[in-house]
């Protein structure tokens, strides 16, 4: 979670510097998209603050995350642009390899191009990261659903039409402004046989998602994870040394 602009993450109070003034017609979907355009982070979605509120449990609701908030945006990655320009700056300063959440603090460094966009804006906020260390824990799932960026699949991830298994959500923001309402979306899972898990018959939970069922699905292959990438996801600690000897090279 980090708010407001140049706030220290731990004294982050979740809104805006106070005396920051709102553009008329301010659309938070839009800011957020533009500020995030060739990121890597460019799945964007959003709904009211209602549609968020109807799914969130009371002790994540609105009313005591961000009083007055007026929307939900969420936002995440497809494919594997987001990582090869992580590989990049890796791959440019070996030294990264040794924080410990390298992948989530390069996220955690574009999603601040949205705060930044969104406090210049005048809006008020409250952001939320995927990540597995961050706190207070969101289902995100749940709100890239309402959002509209996928629909359920046979083995809990969300399944998008276009890019099927092969995204992530990273980071969300409850705002103040205006929002776009949910994507249209159509449910790529509808009337498929589910050869993913071999049937709807053994469909399951998130343990089911192995690389393998990811690989299986009839949607988004040709933005299936590069290698490194999905090595990073399912065994990161492995992965993780193996590349930072390889840059060593």
């Known amino acids: 979670m ?17 005396g920051s003034r709102r553009e ?13 355009a060739e990121s890597g982070i460019e799945l964007v979605g959003s709904c ?9 449990p009371e002790a994540i609701r609105s009313a005591v995350l961000m009083p007055g908030a007026g ?6 990655s497809a ?28 996220v955690a460094s574009l999603l601040d191009r949205a705060d930044a966009a969104l406090s210049d804006a005048g809006l008020r906020f409250r952001r939320f990261e995927a990540a597995c260390h961050a706190t ?28 099927g298994a092969w995204w992530a959500l990273r980071g969300a923001w409850l705002v103040d402004g205006d929002v ?4 249209e979306q159509r449910f790529p899972c509808d009337g498929c046989p589910a050869p993913c898990v071999g049937g709807w018959a053994h469909a399951g939970g998130i343990t089911r998602a192995t690389a393998e069922v990811r690989g299986r699905c009839v949607v988004g292959q040709v ?27």
Do not use: C
């Not at 509209?148 to 998008?160: A, C, D, Y």
């Not at 776009?180 to 994507?183: A, G, K, L, V």
């Open 223 to 249: 933005s299936r994870y590069d290698d490194d990438q999905v090595g990073y996801h399912y065994d990161r600690e492995a992965t993780r040394a193996r590349l930072r000897q390889k840059s060593a090279i």
């Open 180 to 183: 776009d309402p949910p994507r």
């Open 71 to 76: 929307g939900l945006v969420v936002a995440g």
């Open 79 to 106: 494919g594997p642009a987001l990582w090869r320009l992580f590989r990049a700056r890796m791959d440019s300063n070996r030294a990264l390899w040794e924080e410990p959440h390298p992948y989530e603090a390069f």
């Open 24 to 36: 008329a017609g301010s659309n938070a979907t839009g800011i957020v998209r533009e500020a995030l």
């Open 136 to 163: 207070p824990r969101i289902d995100f799932i749940s709100l890239a659903r309402i959002a509209g960026l996928g629909s359920p699949g046979p083995f809990r991830l969300l399944i998008h039409e276009t890019y």
């Open 48 to 56: 009211p603050i209602a549609a968020y509120d109807a799914a969130a």
């Open 2 to 18: 980090k708010a407001g602009l140049n706030i220290p993450r731990e004294l982050a109070s979740g809104l805006s510097e106070p």
